[in-house]
């Protein structure tokens, strides 16, 4: 049910990756909030079922899905000019969420996957980021905020994951860099960390790799991707209108 008077009453959201795990329960959260919230995703099939499910809350505000490949220069450029067509503004909260995995060894793993991941990951958000900061630039919103989805592997490495820890690791520099750049806009740029969550991202991870990583994590359990959304709530809302630049690991306590 979305709040009658929430924490973000009256902002506009964008949210890649909307259509499944992390980025849908943030889709979730944020509308509870009050925000309208832009579902985009390559699944577009996904993306609306998502926002149907916004619908389905119950609250007064418009929600839109659209379609988009983050590591598509022109894609993402026609998503920002759809969701300025249809609400006349730029998005004053960004999450890039949109993320894939191409898991092998490092004697293993072709250079396609490697780019794969690269594209979408850490391009991707480049991206998405570098379009949205110009058009809140643009039209002149007085407070955003960018939070981008890094990951605890980006920290720790992990054995089959070099393309993957690699981009998430560049996602944490890229935003302390950005964080810099826009904080004269008061556009302010975090980072998430999450460790293991429960979402189709991780199914596919053998179940003995899932068994070690839960014998890591001091709860001893994996996180759910609601976890995760309350986190990028409290960076999207005022509550921390004096944070940027910041990496929030949200990993049950998995060390770094
Ligand atoms: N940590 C520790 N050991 C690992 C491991 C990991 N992440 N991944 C594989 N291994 C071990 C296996 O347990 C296995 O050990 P034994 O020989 O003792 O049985 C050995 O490496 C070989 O593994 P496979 O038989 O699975 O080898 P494969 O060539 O068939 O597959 C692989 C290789 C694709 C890397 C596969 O093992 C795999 O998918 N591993 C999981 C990688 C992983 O952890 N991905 C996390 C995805 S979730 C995510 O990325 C979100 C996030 O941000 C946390
Ligand atoms: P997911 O696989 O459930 O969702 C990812 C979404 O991104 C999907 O809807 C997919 O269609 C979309 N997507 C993929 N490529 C895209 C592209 N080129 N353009 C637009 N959308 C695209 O994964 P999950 O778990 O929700 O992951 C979300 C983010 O969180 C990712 O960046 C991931 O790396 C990160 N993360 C996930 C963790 C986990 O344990 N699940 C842990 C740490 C970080």
Same mark, same amino acid.
């Given at each position: 049910?979305?709040?009658?008077i929430?924490?973000? *009453?009256g ?10 795990g992390? %980025?849908?329960?943030?889709?979730? @959260? ?38 988009v490949?983050?590591? !598509? ?7 920002? @000019?759809?969701?300025? %067509? ?9 999450v ?5 995995t ?21 391009? %991707? =958000?480049?991206l998405? =980021? ?8 643009d ?16 920290? =720790?490495?992990? !054995? ?6 690699? *981009?998430?690791?560049?996602v ?5 860099? !950005? ?15 999450p460790?293991?969550?429960e ?6 991870v053998?179940?003995? @790799? ?10 001893? +359990? ?5 976890? @995760?959304?309350?986190?990028v ?5 005022? +509550?921390?209108?004096? !944070? ?13």
């Amino acid at each position: 049910m979305a709040s009658p008077i929430g924490l973000l *009453s009256g902002r506009l959201a964008l949210v890649t990756g909307g259509g499944s795990g992390i %980025g849908r329960a943030v889709c979730h @959260v944020l509308a509870r909030e009050g925000a309208r919230v832009v579902v985009a995703d390559l699944n577009s099939i996904a993306a609306e079922e998502t926002k149907k499910y916004l619908d389905d809350m119950g609250g007064r505000n418009e929600h839109l899905a659209l379609p988009v490949d983050v590591s !598509v220069g022109r894609s993402v450029q026609s998503l920002i @000019v759809d969701i300025r %067509g249809k609400f006349n503004s730029a998005p004053s909260i960004v999450v890039n969420s949109a993320g894939i995995t191409r898991d092998n060894f490092l004697l293993k793993m072709d250079e396609n996957s490697w780019n794969a991941v690269m594209n979408v990951n850490l391009k %991707g =958000t480049f991206l998405v =980021t570098q379009a949205a900061a110009a058009a809140i630039l643009d039209d002149k919103i007085p407070m955003s905020s960018i939070i981008n989805i890094a990951s605890i592997i980006g920290k =720790t490495g992990n !054995v089959g994951q070099c393309n993957y820890a690699a *981009s998430k690791a560049g996602v944490e520099a890229f935003t302390r860099s !950005v964080s810099k750049e826009l904080a004269k806009h008061n556009v302010r740029v975090n980072a998430v960390l999450p460790g293991f969550i429960e979402t189709p991202m991780v199914q596919s991870v053998p179940d003995k @790799v899932k068994e070690k990583f839960k014998a890591l994590i001091p709860f001893g +359990r994996m996180g759910l991707p609601e976890e @995760v959304a309350e986190v990028v709530l409290f960076l999207a809302s005022d +509550r921390s209108s004096y !944070v940027t630049g910041n990496c929030i690991e949200v990993s049950g306590g998995l060390a770094t």
